[in-house]
């Protein structure tokens, strides 16, 4: 029997890197994790900035809900959305692990690879970011397929000889609307 912590693991493991496109496009979905991610980003932040605990698990399932069943179409879309729901999530939520329990190093190696606006990717540390994530692996079940979808996945499509690439394509929502909670 499958525990609760090992679905929620599961689950939250598909923030970072989703559900693998099937090879000629036979998914079981067309839903683009890329857009639930986008259209989640404005009740994860409310919920984030509250910096209550309840909250922020709640946003954490938000998340997690997001990215199931859907299909992973763009990993240099998905690395960047990462990067801003993690800063987003660390300085408010600072005693809950994202994606999941036990993963808590994940978002250090992620935020490696990027400058302080989230934009500008740097590829000069991907050897760092690596490592990092290597490290992380034996913590975290999940790491190798993360490691996988930036390292080998991402990073390969944009850093082709430069040392930062700044991506300018929209990834989360500019504005949300007022706070319900």
Do not use: W
């Amino acid at each position: 029997m499958v525990s609760v912590k090992e679905i929620i693991s599961f689950c939250a493991v598909a923030f970072f890197i989703g559900t693998a496109k099937a090879a000629g496009g036979n998914s079981t979905t067309d839903v683009s994790c890329e857009d639930q991610l986008y259209d989640s980003f404005c009740e994860y932040k409310q919920l984030v900035l509250t910096q209550e605990r309840e909250k922020c698990l709640e946003a954490r399932d938000i998340l997690n809900e997001a990215v199931s069943n859907c299909v992973a179409e763009d990993p240099v879309k998905r690395m960047v959305q990462s990067v801003h729901y993690v800063r987003l999530f660390a300085p408010n939520c600072p005693n809950i692990e994202l994606p999941s329990d036990g993963c808590g190093q994940l978002p250090t190696c992620l935020q490696m690879l990027f400058d302080r606006s989230g934009q500008r990717i740097r590829c000069c540390y991907k050897r760092a970011a690596d490592r990092c994530f290597a490290r992380a692996e034996k913590g975290c079940a999940y790491a190798a397929g993360v490691r996988d979808l930036f390292i080998n996945q991402a990073l390969p499509k944009v850093c082709k000889g430069n040392q930062y690439v700044h991506y300018r394509k929209t990834v989360i929502p500019s504005s949300c609307p007022a706070s319900q909670y």
